[in-house]
T-cell receptor, first 114, second 114 residues
Framework: DSGVTQTPKHLITATGQRVTLRCSPR?????VYWYQQSLDQGLQFLIH???????AKGNILERFSAQQFPDLHSELNLSSLELGDSALYFC?????????????FGAGSRLTVL | AQTVTQSQPEMSVQEAETVTLSCTYD???????LFWYKQPPSRQMILVIR????KQQNATENRFSVNFQKAAKSFSLKISDSQLGDTAMYFC???????????WGAGTKLIIKP
């Protein structure tokens, strides 16, 4: 158990629908990151929150949005879903060791859009 | 722009052998960090080892060690006495100090054969 909790683990939905993925970071970590991993590909950075504030945006579609709440958990909202949105969505939280910002990943939420 | 290149899409070795995975990166930053993450069939993303660019000494974690060549911008991972449980995708990643984003390589699929 990495300490980063993601729900749901699996989600199957239809095109045009909206889903919400949830992430609870490790205790004490203030940063949350969202990544998308399509089949057999590397990770694509979506967005980074630090203590409730958006810090950086990557290749996140306008149909996607995220937020981090006062209790530091985060939600990633995906709307108007398309077949190509099927992927593994990772949440990670971070802590610093010797200056390095080390990310700890959750187990991922696998989204299948039919 | 920062880039990370893993030139070996797939490798396979016999159990107990030593294997080296290659990673090169391109950056003009002087202060940065390098990571190897492992993604087994469970799809969980697990930190294997990290290296601070300002440290000349190569990082080691049990059977895992790196060969960090800063001038050559090379960061290879050596796995000694390989085990079946080492079978996984291995991703090399780069982070520079002023930015918390990880730049990922495309990954190397490592298969350990019994």
């Amino acid at each position: 158990d990495s300490g980063v909790t993601q729900t749901p683990k699996h989600l199957i939905t239809a095109t045009g629908q909206r889903v919400t993925l949830r992430c609870s970071p490790r205790s004490g970590d203030l940063s949350v990151y969202w990544y998308q991993q399509s089949l057999d590909q590397g990770l694509q950075f979506l967005i980074h929150y630090y203590n409730g504030e958006e810090r950086a945006k990557g290749n996140i579609l306008e149909r996607f949005s995220a937020q981090q709440f006062p209790d530091l958990h985060s939600e990633l909202n995906l709307s108007s879903l398309e077949l190509g949105d099927s992927a593994l969505y990772f949440c990670a939280s971070s802590f610093r060791i010797s200056g390095a910002n080390v990310l700890t990943f959750g187990a991922g939420s696998r989204l299948t859009v039919l | 722009a920062q880039t990370v290149t893993q030139s070996q899409p797939e490798m396979s070795v016999q159990e107990a052998e030593t294997v080296t995975l290659s990673c090169t990166y391109d950056t003009s930053e002087s202060n940065y960090y390098l990571f190897w993450y492992k993604q087994p069939p469970s799809r969980q993303m697990i930190l294997v080892i990290r290296q601070e660019a300002y440290k000349q000494q190569n990082a080691t974690e049990n059977r895992f060690s790196v060969n960090f060549q800063k001038a050559a911008k090379s960061f290879s991972l050596k796995i000694s006495d390989s085990q079946l449980g080492d079978t996984a995708m291995y991703f090399c990643a780069f982070m520079w100090d002023s930015n918390y984003q990880l730049i990922w390589g495309a990954g190397t699929k490592l298969i350990i054969k019994p």
